[in-house]
């Protein structure tokens, strides 16, 4: 079985200001972690994803996560905030390859001017 | 195409009648997952298939829910008799990557309303 755990629903920074969104996780094989971003009225847009190898994985837009297994951790962070990232955020888990997603609650970013 | 499209991409209904929402997955793209995403439940799995047959089907909430794949390619979600509790987003995706690269590209997903 697999869970996410997502902390803060809700997450606001100012442009400029380094984003740190939370993402722990659950899973008894060894887990294959995503964060999508999804902007108002679209899809899932992937920005990142964690399956081997490398631990510190850089995505789209500036945006880096690192596993951390000891912890349970998979953190999304970009170093500085931009307007165009205001959107919601979701991480995910999956065992092998085509097993299904499971997602986190969601943390929706916004950024301040 | 460049995407998984689905259609229709918003959908009013009234509770008792049946829809069908309909996705097409990018080409070559073998395996194809739909989910729900819904204000109280979140984003949730409800089914996986793998070429025309569904080796995953744990994540349908009741029997109203059922969905088939023809030809390795589109797929259509059909709920029957709807009710108020099955308006959400149903979002699409098909998996791309073998060996450790596999990842799931969504849809833009079909919006469902029932009234």
């Known amino acids: 079985a697999q869970s996410v755990t997502q902390l803060g629903s809700h997450v606001s920074v100012s442009e400029g200001a380094l984003v740190l969104l939370r993402c722990n996780y659950s899973s008894s094989v060894p887990p294959y972690l995503f964060w999508y971003v999804q902007y108002p009225n679209q899809g899932l847009q992937l920005l990142l994803k964690?399956?081997?190898?490398?631990?510190l994985v850089k995505g789209i837009n500036g945006f880096e996560a690192e596993f951390k297994k000891s912890e349970t951790s998979f953190h999304l962070t970009k170093p500085s905030a931009h307007m165009s990232d205001a959107a919601e955020y979701f991480c995910a888990v999956s065992g092998t390859g085509r097993r299904a997603l499971t997602f986190g609650s969601g943390t929706r970013l916004q950024v301040q001017p | 195409g460049a995407g998984v499209s689905q259609s229709p991409s918003n959908k009013v209904t009234e509770k008792g009648k049946d829809v069908e929402l309909r996705c097409d997955p990018i080409s070559g793209h073998t395996a194809l997952y739909w989910y729900r995403q819904s204000l109280g439940q979140g984003l949730e799995f409800l089914i996986y298939f793998q070429g025309n047959s569904a080796p995953d089907k744990s994540g349908l909430p009741s029997d109203r829910f059922s969905a088939e794949r023809t030809g390795g390619s589109v797929s259509t979600l059909t709920i029957q008799r709807t009710q108020q509790e099955d308006s959400a987003v149903y979002l699409c995706a098909s998996l791309w990557g073998t060996g450790g690269e596999e990842t799931q590209y969504f849809g833009p997903g079909t919006r469902l309303l029932v009234l």
């Open positions: 964690y399956t081997t190898g490398a631990t």
